[in-house]
C-alpha cells in the first residue's frame, strides 16, 4: 500500500531534551516536507527536499534540522525542543513537479 | 508575501444544507488551488483542486467556484452529509527555484459540523 508512515504518532517531552520525528514515504516521491498544524493558523511549512541531499527552509524552520540521505526518509530533528514548538506534524511527500501531495498520519509534540 | 485567508473558521449546517467555504489569495503566480479534508487524528486527504483557467470544478457532491479576478475561491458542498464533518483547508500552489518543485501555501482551516 502507497502510504508516507511516521513514528511516534504521540510524544510528550521536557524542553531541551533532543528528539527526532521519523518520516518515510514508499512510493519513490522525489519530494517531501515537514509541516506544523495549529489551531487558527492551518499548515505551516517547516523544512522540504526537493531530492536526496537537497533540502530547503520553509516558512517556520527555528528550531528544527532535517535531512535527506536516503529517498525515502525525512527525518525531522528537534536539537532542543522548547514548549512553542508543542504542535501536531505532518510530513507529506509527492512525484517532483506533481500537484497531488500526500500526507502521513500526523505526530502529535507535547513539550513541557 | 504569500497568503491565503479563509473563512469561516467553524461552521455548522443540518444534513443536507450546502455549507460554503471561502479563500482569497494575493499572489496572482499561484496556478493551482487544491481543497484538502481532514478527519480527526489523520492527515489531510486531496479533495478537489483547481486551475486558474476554469471557473468551476464539480466531482460528486464538491464544487469548487473560482473567481480569477476577485483572487478568490470557494467550496460548495450540495446535500451535506454528518460524514462530511471535518476540517476543511484551502491551499495555493505555486512553482519555486528552478522550477522542478512547488510550494504549497495552506489557509487556516474550517471546522465543518454537519448535524444529523
Known amino acids: 500500500e502507497a502510504q508516507v508512515t511516521q513514528n511516534p504518532r504521540y510524544l510528550i517531552t521536557v524542553t531541551g531534551k533532543k528528539l527526532t520525528v521519523t518520516c518515510s514515504q514508499n512510493?519513490?516521491?522525489?519530494?517531501m516536507s515537514w509541516y506544523r498544524q495549529d489551531p487558527g493558523l492551518g499548515l505551516r511549512q517547516i523544512y522540504y527536499?526537493?531530492?536526496?541531499?537537497?533540502?530547503d527552509k520553509g516558512d517556520v524552520p527555528e528550531g528544527y534540522k532535517v535531512s535527506r540521505k536516503e529517498k525515502r526518509n525525512f527525518p525531522l530533528i528537534l536539537e532542543s525542543p522548547s514548549p512553542n514548538q508543542t504542535s501536531l506534524y505532518f510530513c507529506?511527500?509527492?512525484?517532483?513537479?506533481?500537484?497531488?501531495?500526500?500526507f502521513g498520519p500526523g505526530t502529535r509534540l507535547t513539550v513541557t | 508575501q504569500q497568503q491565503v485567508k479563509q473563512s469561516p473558521q467553524s461552521l455548522i449546517v443540518q444534513k443536507g444544507g450546502i455549507p460554503i467555504i471561502n479563500c482569497a489569495y494575493e499572489?496572482?503566480?499561484?496556478?493551482?488551488f487544491p481543497w484538502y479534508q481532514q478527519f480527526p487524528g489523520k492527515g489531510p486527504a486531496l479533495l478537489i483542486a483547481?486551475?486558474?483557467?476554469?471557473s468551476e470544478k464539480k466531482e460528486g457532491r464538491f464544487t469548487i467556484s473560482f473567481n480569477k479576478s476577485a483572487k478568490q475561491f470557494s467550496l460548495h458542498i450540495m446535500d451535506s452529509q454528518p460524514g462530511d464533518s471535518a476540517t476543511y483547508f484551502c491551499?495555493?500552489?505555486?512553482?519555486?527555484?528552478?522550477?522542478?518543485?512547488?510550494?504549497?501555501?495552506f489557509g487556516s482551516g474550517t471546522q465543518l459540523t454537519v448535524l444529523p
Open positions: 512510493m519513490n516521491h522525489e519530494y
Open positions: 491551499a495555493a500552489s505555486i512553482m519555486i527555484s528552478s522550477g522542478s518543485a512547488r510550494q504549497l501555501t
Open positions: 483547481i486551475r486558474p483557467d476554469v
Open positions: 527536499s526537493m531530492n536526496v541531499e537537497v533540502t
Open positions: 507529506a511527500s509527492r512525484l517532483a513537479g506533481a500537484r497531488e501531495q500526500y
Open positions: 499572489n496572482t503566480a499561484f496556478d493551482y
